[in-house]
């Protein structure tokens, strides 16, 4: 730790005395001297000793100065310092024992065991004599030795394990060399045999695509019929209002001739080429009028298809929807008209095809 950690720690607001405390603790050096052995340890075994720091005092905010100072000197007590004009010279891991020349080879020690109690000591680690040596490189030889023994051994047993998965899966009396010859044939026959699933997959998943492409088609012709009807009912509506209107003009005028005792002006003869909607107004007002018709023709789009059904003008929307029942086991719940809209559900059942205005014919939605 900087010789001014101290100081931060006072500028932050601590007391003088935790914050010396603190500093030791997290294996600072509060001064300008020569850190010693122990400080340089800690120092890279501590991530920010700032932080380290500042985490004791905030652990041990409840505590007097009087209890730290009594810990501080216990401490001191269990793990003597050095007399004046002693000098470090190792380190000692106070967890296993283990002495060691450097900081290096303690900090290696602490990164493999996680041990973290180290003390400085100043007993000299005496060289390694040539047989010292030899005897050390001996013992690391065997070491391995048995090491590689005990692997060896494992693999025999995984072997063993691998040839019994081979007896289970390979009729009993086969050789090896006949194992090895079936076993490109077994593989030929499960490759042909994935072959066969993704064709069953392609075929079945194009076979649903194709149902998805008719049904779609289907829908879609529906759809446009369903347009085509409503404008063509659209324009017998329109013809038979304008028709409505010609007739109503009509009469106007020949009750308005009668009164002025003149003559009933005649009907203009029709133009040689009528425009279309002029066609259409002549055609629908040549027509016979609602009430003088007997049947009606009914064009029934039901779940499973269009239909087209004549009914007496009598009858009613419940013997229509009976008659759908019996005839596709369809229960009825409503009858929707498109043009022009209006919905006929279980109360209006009562009602006659010609009180419902569906005479001389009509396009209704079966739900």
Not at 186 to 210: F, H, M, P, W
């Amino acid at each position: 730790m900087a010789s001014s950690d101290l100081g931060m720690l006072i500028d932050m607001g601590f007391d003088k005395e935790r914050a010396s405390i603190a500093v030791k603790r997290s294996g600072g050096c509060s001064s300008t001297s020569k850190p010693s052995l122990m400080s340089i340890l800690k120092r890279g075994l501590t991530a920010s000793a700032v932080q380290g720091a500042i985490d004791w005092l905030e652990q041990n905010q409840d505590k007097s100065l009087d209890e730290i100072q009594a810990e501080e000197a216990s401490s001191s007590a269990a793990e003597p310092a050095l007399q004046s004009g002693e000098e470090a010279r190792s380190l000692v891991c106070n967890e296993c024992g283990k002495k060691f020349r450097s900081t290096a080879q303690a900090e290696f020690h602490a990164s493999k065991t996680e041990h973290t109690d180290f003390s400085e000591s100043t007993e000299e680690i005496k060289p390694l004599t040539e047989e010292e040596k030899k005897q050390k490189l001996e013992d690391l030889r065997a070491k391995l030795a048995a090491k590689r023994s005990g692997m060896s051994q494992q693999d025999k047993e995984d072997k063993k394990k691998n040839e019994v998965r081979t007896d289970a899966l390979y009729p009993s009396g086969e050789s090896a060399g006949q194992r090895r010859l079936c076993a490109p044939q077994n593989l030929t026959r499960a490759s042909a045999k994935q072959e066969i699933r993704r064709k069953a997959t392609r075929e079945s998943q194009d076979v649903r695509e194709d149902l998805q492409r008719k049904e779609q088609l289907k829908q879609a012709q529906a759809r446009k019929r369903e347009k085509q009807e409503e404008i063509e009912a659209r324009k017998r509506v329109q013809a038979r209002i304008e028709a409505d209107k010609a007739e109503r003009r009509r009469k106007a005028e020949a009750e308005k001739a009668a009164r002025a005792g003149q003559a009933t002006p005649a009907e203009p003869a029709a133009a040689p080429r009528q425009a279309p909607a002029a066609a259409a107004a002549a055609a629908a007002s040549s027509s016979k009028p609602a009430h003088e018709y007997t049947e009606t023709r009914l064009r029934l789009q039901t779940p499973g298809g269009t239909m087209t059904k004549s009914f007496p003008v009598e009858t009613t929307l419940f013997e229509v929807a009976q008659a759908i029942a019996a005839e596709h086991g369809l229960e009825v719940q409503s009858f929707t008209q498109n043009f022009p809209k209006k919905v006929f559900d279980a109360t209006d059942f009562g009602m006659t095809l010609k009180e419902a205005g569906m005479v001389p014919s009509s396009a209704l939605i079966v739900r």
